[in-house]
């Protein structure tokens, strides 16, 4: 038997430094968690203001592993990394105190549990081999059907009036070009589209930010955290120098 928490603490980090992303994700973090469990959204201050390149995802990792040390000062118990790369999850997950799940490894386990086809739409095509990679790592890939992107960078789907529908319009194509029962969303800024997509084509449409959210609040309500044995255990002792000194792990 778990120890039960009965409030968990949850911090969503968007690893890219967009404060109206953050703003977004928080709203759509917060409309998923029970009554009685907090949740946040942060960015770091430092980092890409998008990841949609593996030079901007590596970027990224510093700045978010900063938020997780700054979150367990806090008291945070588990965390939701909101960025469909899922960039520096195995380090955060070395590193953070309570659970780290990713919004990619989150929204492909739950669309498997609701079809046995899933297509994944994303925004830049170059993004696609990130999340093909990703389906392997998780062994996701049987469920995986297609992956699809819409062609809008992820700082203009805040302020392209048109994002909503052709994103809509490509998932369509996708359900039907790979005989696929369900959509994966494939970039935190897409959050608040999945009701609506949902509704007009009518599939479940997964977000990642929520299915996180709320596994990672699960995992806090049973008192379980990433295992201290082995490949996840907390990182060794180690000086870091240069820009990277405050990285240093004290013994
Ligand atoms: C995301 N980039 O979820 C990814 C998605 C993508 O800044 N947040 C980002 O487009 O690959």
């Known amino acids: ?78 965390y939701v990394i909101a960025c469909f790369g899922d960039p520096g999850l195995d380090a955060a997950r070395e590193l953070a105190r309570g659970p780290v799940i990713g919004i990619a490894e989150a929204a492909m386990h739950t669309a498997s549990f609701l079809g046995r086809r899933f297509s994944v739409v994303t925004t830049l095509d170059r993004t696609i081999g990130r999340a093909e990679d990703l389906a392997a790592h998780y062994g996701m890939a049987r469920f995986c059907g297609g992956y699809h992107a819409c062609d809008i960078p992820v700082l203009e789907l805040e302020s392209d009036p048109a994002a909503q529908q052709r994103i809509t319009d490509a998932c369509a194509a996708a359900l039907e070009s790979d005989g696929s029962e369900v959509i994966v969303l494939g970039c935190a800024g897409m959050a608040d589209l999945c009701e609506a997509i949902s509704k007009q084509l009518g599939v479940p449409v997964i977000d990642g930010v929520a299915a996180a959210t709320v596994l990672v609040e699960g995992l806090v309500r049973l008192g379980l955290r990433t295992s201290d044995r082995g490949e996840f255990a907390h990182p060794l002792p180690k000086s870091y120098s240069g820009a990277l000194k405050s990285f240093t792990i004290e013994p």
Do not use: F, W
């Open 1 to 78: 038997m778990q120890t039960q928490v009965t409030t968990p603490k949850i911090r969503v980090i968007n690893p890219n430094t967009s404060a109206s992303m953050t703003d977004l994700i928080e709203r759509c973090a917060r409309g998923v968690v029970a009554a009685g469990t907090s949740v946040d959204a942060v960015n770091p201050s430092m980092g890409p203001a998008s990841i949609e390149s593996h030079y901007d995802e590596a970027l990224a990792v510093p700045g978010l592993l900063e938020e997780i040390r700054r979150g367990d000062a806090d008291g945070v118990q588990g």
